[in-house]
């Protein structure tokens, strides 16, 4: 082997070293890393958006109030099936999969009271298809009623709808910093009363 070939071979050599430490690491810093929380573990705080622990109490405070002001309010001999629609999104950030979380913490939360049963979203969502309507539609009592006959003829008939819907207010306060409310709001129809109920959940988040 001549000088040159030699040199060759000690550059190639030095090459392959470096690669063999830096590689590594950018791999640990590009690879998402996970690990299942404990029960006991809080929920994570989001940094950019509600997340986990802001839903969580805003779920749990809003369908508490709800249950009790209806339950209050209405005696029944059985369960009360009730339709939970999809939740209205009017606030300033995307739910993204939190859109089927919410429905499902509501329909949980309803069926463990022991006094509601929920309905099933694909009926709810076969229902509006096949009436044309969308959520908003159902206050008004005609188009209700369409809705309600679609749920009957399926077996699944409601006695009470409820409307999820979600806004946020924020406020700047400087460079990177803001301050956001979220407000959950729940509105429930009682088809046989006719009677609205309306209650908010509110949680405030810092931003920096």
């Given at each position: 082997?001549?000088?040159?070939?030699?040199?060759?071979?000690?550059?190639?050599?030095?090459?392959i070293c470096?690669?063999?430490?830096?590689?590594?690491?950018?791999?640990?810093?590009?690879?998402?890393?996970?690990?299942?929380?404990?029960?006991?573990e809080p929920d994570s705080v989001g940094s950019r958006a509600a997340?986990?622990?802001?839903?969580?109490?805003?779920?749990?405070?809003?369908?508490?109030?709800?249950?009790?002001?209806?339950?209050?309010?209405r005696e029944a001999a059985t369960k009360l099936s009730v339709a939970v629609l999809r939740v209205e999104n009017a606030s300033a950030e995307e739910l993204g999969d939190w859109q089927e979380q919410i429905f499902?913490?509501?329909?949980?939360s309803i069926n463990e009271s022991g006094r509601y049963q929920t309905i099933s979203l694909r009926y709810i969502d076969a229902g509006l298809r096949?009436?044309?309507?969308?959520?908003?539609?159902?206050?008004?009592?005609?188009?209700?009623?369409?809705?309600?006959?679609?749920?009957?003829?399926?077996?699944?008939?409601?006695?009470?709808?409820?409307?999820p819907k979600l806004t946020t207010g924020t406020t700047e306060l400087g460079p990177k910093?803001?301050?956001?409310?979220?407000?959950?709001t729940l509105e429930l129809v009682d088809i046989s009363t006719g009677r609205?109920?309306?209650?908010?959940?509110?949680?405030?988040?810092a931003y920096r």
């Amino acid at each position: 082997m001549d000088l040159e070939q030699g040199n060759q071979m000690k550059k190639l050599f030095s090459v392959i070293c470096v690669l063999g430490t830096v590689l590594p690491i950018l791999s640990s810093c590009s690879m998402p890393a996970g690990r299942i929380m404990k029960s006991t573990e809080p929920d994570s705080v989001g940094s950019r958006a509600a997340g986990a622990a802001a839903f969580d109490q805003l779920l749990s405070g809003a369908v508490n109030k709800l249950l009790l002001s209806h339950g209050a309010a209405r005696e029944a001999a059985t369960k009360l099936s009730v339709a939970v629609l999809r939740v209205e999104n009017a606030s300033a950030e995307e739910l993204g999969d939190w859109q089927e979380q919410i429905f499902d913490k509501i329909s949980t939360s309803i069926n463990e009271s022991g006094r509601y049963q929920t309905i099933s979203l694909r009926y709810i969502d076969a229902g509006l298809r096949e009436s044309r309507l969308k959520s908003g539609d159902l206050f008004i009592p005609a188009k209700r009623r369409v809705f309600l006959d679609i749920l009957e003829a399926a077996k699944a008939p409601a006695q009470v709808l409820i409307f999820p819907k979600l806004t946020t207010g924020t406020t700047e306060l400087g460079p990177k910093r803001a301050q956001r409310n979220y407000l959950l709001t729940l509105e429930l129809v009682d088809i046989s009363t006719g009677r609205d109920f309306r209650v908010s959940e509110e949680v405030r988040k810092a931003y920096r």
